[in-house]
């Protein structure tokens, strides 16, 4: 995948490079270094996109750029869950 190729696919996704640097726990001046042929983009991240374009063809409007407010709650949800659980297993204990 070219770097032409991959800023399309981000494109395609209606994704910014720092979405993409977000949603892989990255920093977005990897991403930049990338885009601009500083370094070489990783097969990992070719693997990725490609992965989520996929997606968005199976899924369509499901998949949308995720944000530093989504990403928040998703952990506050999970750490919820977690004491959930916690509170469970001693009240059975």
Known sequence: MTTDEFKQGL??????QSDFALAT???????SHWMTGQNPLPAWAQSHL??????????GELL?????????AR?????????????????NG
């Open 11 to 16: 494109a395609k996704l209606g994704w910014k």
């Open 50 to 59: 490609a992965l989520l374009l996929k997606l968005q063809d199976l899924a």
């Open 64 to 72: 949308t750029p995720p944000t530093r407010a989504a990403k928040i």
């Open 75 to 91: 952990t506050i949800m999970i750490a919820s869950a977690d004491r959930n659980n916690q509170s469970s297993d001693v009240s």
């Open 25 to 31: 726990g990255i920093s977005t001046v990897s991403v």
